[in-house]
């Protein structure tokens, strides 16, 4: 089970913190990422890794602004937003997948967290 928090309201410019507790499964050796999906749009990867080697993956959209990272002592995903802007605001979701390699295609993860909106106001 995957868990999402810290989604809501800012203004542009300002920062969220997206958490997202994982249970039922460690982090180990996994793929993880973050998704949104904007309303008449296709879900789409913003953020992901893999907690094998690190290697990350963003967005050209997100480079510079969002980070993914992961503390597997406590089994969750976090990604830090900076810098947000309106084309930012969509539902976020959290992913993971038990093959280790990083992976932006929202099909290839077996795992969905329920989604938390993020709004960025002009």
């Known amino acids: 089970q995957l868990v999402e928090s810290g989604g809501g309201l800012v203004q542009t410019g300002g920062s969220l913190r997206l958490a997202c507790v994982v249970s039922?499964?460690?982090?180990?050796?996994?793929?993880i990422g973050w998704f949104r999906q904007a309303p008449g749009k296709e879900r789409e990867g913003v953020a992901c890794?893999?907690?094998?080697?690190?290697?990350?993956f963003y967005d050209d959209s997100v480079k510079g602004r969002f980070t993914i990272s992961s503390d597997n002592a406590k089994n969750t995903i976090y990604l830090q937003m900076n810098g947000l802007k309106p084309e930012d605001t969509a539902v976020y979701y959290c992913?993971?997948?038990?093959?280790?390699?990083?992976?932006?295609?929202?099909?290839?993860?077996?795992?969905w967290g329920q989604g938390t909106q993020v709004t960025v106001s002009s």
């Open positions: 039922g499964f460690t982090l180990d050796d996994y793929a």
């Open positions: 992913a993971a997948d038990s093959s280790d390699y990083v992976n932006e295609t929202p099909s290839k993860y077996n795992y």
């Open positions: 890794m893999s907690t094998t080697d690190g290697n990350t």
